[in-house]
């Protein structure tokens, strides 16, 4: 599994870390997520968020503030606080937002759907400023397509069902074949294998050169689930010939988190609110099955069973309960979720967003 981090752990960026600890690194993968950073003119900078001194200046300096164009897709309450927890569709991990101006701002915000240019430090998992977005970046966020991905929308428990019938591609209506001119099943669990190690060897994490344009941060676990996963998918497309689909699973609303820990990176915990990885059908002695690329989790292709099962673990729930409350099956166009519902989604066909997001987690790191 990968290395994950609670919303309030660590990111560091490389030249911060010791050597020994950066030999190390290098000698690993793991992922999530990630985001823009480029800031417009900004209107409305709303500046509540205390921040302390710890704020972009943590143990080592490891402590940083991101910017990112971000749309809501929900806003949580906590209990026994005025603060709020916001969800934003671009980022797998919720954020903090307190004080009275900024928690009405971002309501105002949800209620008018307009994309924000936010500020926030993922290590303590805060909201540090926000405007409405203006000019080229908000123009970006509304004009990107939309899937209705009702279909393939499905609540689970997953106590309640059979690995057999989750890793099961006809019982689940998953094996690909949308895509012509690509091969629904990869012929057998080697091929998987060399395929997902290619992909590892294009992680961030690893030194270069590299053969793709943009490498994979799959050591910075909290975020850019949505960006990897649509690299890996245009991989094992292009390179590969084999069709693909995306698998979404959500955990909605509070107390559910995906609670995941990561054995590849020290064992440390993160909690989304939602993750995606690649689905591929891979023939096994048993018949075709499902299985997930994920390499910020795993150092192979995993049955969706074991993927969603990893994501439920009560080591890392701290006041969160561990649980996926759906699962939702799309063609591999689908780039992130819209709204809290998990049945709409954005494109990005053009991958400018997803090479936007690799870029700017490129450098950093959760877990170390």
Known sequence: MASFVSRSRSIRTWALLPVAVLSAILLSVSS????????????????????TSETSSGRNGAYQVLSSTLTIAGIQPIDGSADVEVLFNENAQGLIASGVRLTNFMREAMESGKPLSVSFDPWQGVIVSA?????????????????????GARTINLSDMSDNVLDNPGEMGIINTTDPGLNNVIPDFTTAQLMFDYITRQCCAVPGPYAIDYCIPFQYCI?????RAHKMCWIINNRYKYGTKKIFS??????????????KWGGCCIRWWYHVAPLVTIQTPKGPKAYVFDP?????PVPLSTWLHAQENPACAGSF??????????PTTSYAPM?????????DPAYSATNNTLNNYSALITCP
């Open 339 to 347: 709204g809290t519902s998990g049945t709409v989604f954005s494109t």
């Open 32 to 51: 999530c997520s990630r985001k823009d950073s480029t800031d417009d003119a900004k209107s409305t900078i709303v500046y509540d968020t205390p921040v």
């Open 223 to 227: 975020d850019g689930c949505y960006a």
């Open 250 to 263: 959500f955990a909605y609303p509070s107390p559910n988190k995906l609670c995941v820990q990561g054995q």
């Open 321 to 330: 309960t561990p649980n996926i409350t759906m699962i939702n099956v799309q």
């Open 131 to 151: 405007a409405y977005a203006t000019g080229s970046q908000a123009a970006l966020v509304s004009g990107r397509g939309v899937v209705n991905g009702r279909t």
């Open 296 to 300: 910020a989790m795993f150092n192979q």
